[in-house]
């Protein structure tokens, strides 16, 4: 089992990455974000999951360690691959996935390409109390409001960008911003989309 890759970037395409280790190039998909933040020549370490199958071995990598494990969780409900599990972290953060199963809402999982709606249904009761319970949001120095932070979420996916990229990027932004900035949609807005570099589309003036 290849449980970790810790190399080289050779190569970064939209949805995977070649990673060089002691001369040998592994292909690993990864979600969008990894991909994009992904410099070729620079190092990185990925938490992988080897996929087996008869005709083929493929990783698939995540740069945090929760994901990965939430991965394998996603890949334990009838109907649901490495693809659409890939797909579903690709587009939620882990505390999305945890409040959609919580509240019972497949809505969430719909929305992901590949995921129909029995499939949906299916990932919500199959991964209720498999979960760590959603991480409730705070107004704290140092963190977004709740309003101001999803109404921010909302702004960046509609400008292209998967949701879970938005709120990593909302959160990260977060960390250093004044409370005066955290307080303003706008403010955290410009700040985000300063973090996230080139937009999909052309961003509304803020």
């Known amino acids: 089992m290849i449980s970790s890759l810790h190399g080289t970037v050779l190569q970064a395409a ?33 938490h992988t ?13 995540f740069a945090d360690r929760d994901e990965l494990e939430v991965f394998g969780v996603l890949l334990g409900v009838s109907g649901v691959g490495p693809k659409s599990a890939l797909g579903i972290l690709s587009n939620l ?12 809402d497949d809505k969430p999982f719909r929305k992901v390409s590949g995921i129909g709606p ?41 400008l292209g960008w998967p949701e879970r990229v938005a709120a990593d990027a909302v959160e990260r ?9 955290l307080a303003s ?8 989309l300063a973090a996230l570099g080139p937009a999909k589309k052309e961003a509304p003036r803020v």
């Open 118 to 158: 029995k499939t949906a249904k299916l990932i919500v009761v199959q991964l209720h109390g498999r979960l760590a319970a959603p991480t409730a949001p705070a107004s704290a120095s140092g963190e977004a409001p709740s309003s101001v932070a999803s109404q921010v979420i909302a702004a960046v996916a509609g």
């Open 14 to 46: 939209a949805e995977s990455v070649i990673v060089e280790v002691s001369g040998v190039g592994f292909s690993v998909a990864v979600p969008p974000d990894v991909a994009r933040t992904a410099r070729e020549g620079e190092q990185i370490r990925l």
């Open 185 to 192: 949609m706008q403010a955290l807005l410009r700040l985000t």
């Open 93 to 104: 953060t882990i505390d999305q996935i945890a409040q959609a199963v919580d509240a019972e």
């Open 173 to 181: 932004v977060a960390e250093t911003a004044s409370e005066a900035d």
């Open 49 to 61: 999951h080897l996929i087996v199958r008869d005709d083929a071995l493929s990783l698939v990598g």
